[in-house]
């Protein structure tokens, strides 16, 4: 193993031990969100995350991720990076910067639905050497091991390869991210994203509520 997978391994290894001693307040913050109330405010993300295979075209083609059963901590973290420009994407920007905090935290909640998804196992193939790193955090069967680390089971390939090539290129700011896609070679980035597309459960479209 390269120095540099042993160095991202190792701060993988730590940032998960900082994860579970933060699985507490992740617990308190989702058990004070109200998941009825984010669904109710839910409603502008359907018109692209309600929608099966759509697609953004700009700047880069390739489908909008499935966030039915993401991790309900991680959603908060991602929607404030947009809000922060540490994600680059205008339209989300806009979405995220429209939302008050408990709002963010009560529509991650509707999302993230009641019960997260649980490993059914073991994994679906076997997982590419480039994907080492990933299962320290994304688990072997891509079911994020804490709720601060996103699900990636059953997510669109061309969504995780996307945002695998937004760390490589920095316009997504992680640390652990940017170093890691920095050593990633395209082939790598594309098998380490059909890999955990593979995986079951899987993540899901959700279906916008109907009128009563």
């Given at each position: 193993m390269s120095s540099?997978?042993?160095?991202?391994?190792?701060?993988?290894?730590?940032?998960?031990?900082?994860?579970?001693?933060?699985?507490?307040?992740?617990?308190?913050?989702?058990s004070a969100a109200d998941p009825v109330h984010g669904g109710k405010i839910a409603y502008t993300c359907f018109g692209c995350h309600?929608?099966?295979?759509?697609?953004?075209?700009?700047?880069?083609?390739?489908?909008?991720?499935?966030?039915?059963?993401?991790?309900?901590?991680?959603?908060?973290?991602?929607?404030?990076?947009?809000?922060?420009?540490?994600?680059a994407h205008a339209t989300m920007k806009a979405q995220a910067s429209s939302l008050s905090t408990s709002d963010v935290r009560d529509i991650a909640a509707y999302f993230a639905t009641a019960k997260p998804l649980a490993s059914a196992g073991a994994p679906i193939g076997v997982a590419p050497a480039s994907a080492q790193v990933c299962t320290s955090c994304h688990g072997q069967t891509?079911?994020?091991?804490?709720?601060?680390?996103?699900?990636?089971?059953?997510?669109?390939p061309d969504y995780i390869e996307q945002a695998l090539k937004a760390y490589r290129k920095g316009s997504?700011?992680?640390?652990?991210?940017?170093?890691?896609?920095?050593?990633?070679?395209?082939?790598?980035?594309?098998?380490?994203?059909?890999?955990?597309?593979?995986?079951?459960?899987?993540?899901?479209v959700p279906q916008a509520p109907r009128a009563p």
């Open positions: 540099i997978k042993q160095l991202l391994l190792g701060m993988a290894a730590a940032l998960l031990f900082l994860g579970s001693v933060g699985i507490t307040q992740a617990d308190e913050a989702a309600g929608i099966t295979n759509y697609r953004t075209s700009y700047p880069v083609n390739y489908r909008v991720p499935k966030i039915g059963g993401q991790r309900a901590a991680y959603m908060v973290a991602a929607l404030a990076e947009y809000r922060a420009g540490a994600r891509g079911i994020g091991l804490t709720e601060d680390y996103p699900t990636l089971a059953g997510q669109h997504r700011q992680n640390a652990i991210m940017n170093s890691f896609a920095a050593t990633l070679k395209d082939d790598e980035i594309r098998a380490i994203a059909h890999y955990f597309a593979a995986q079951q459960p899987s993540l899901w």
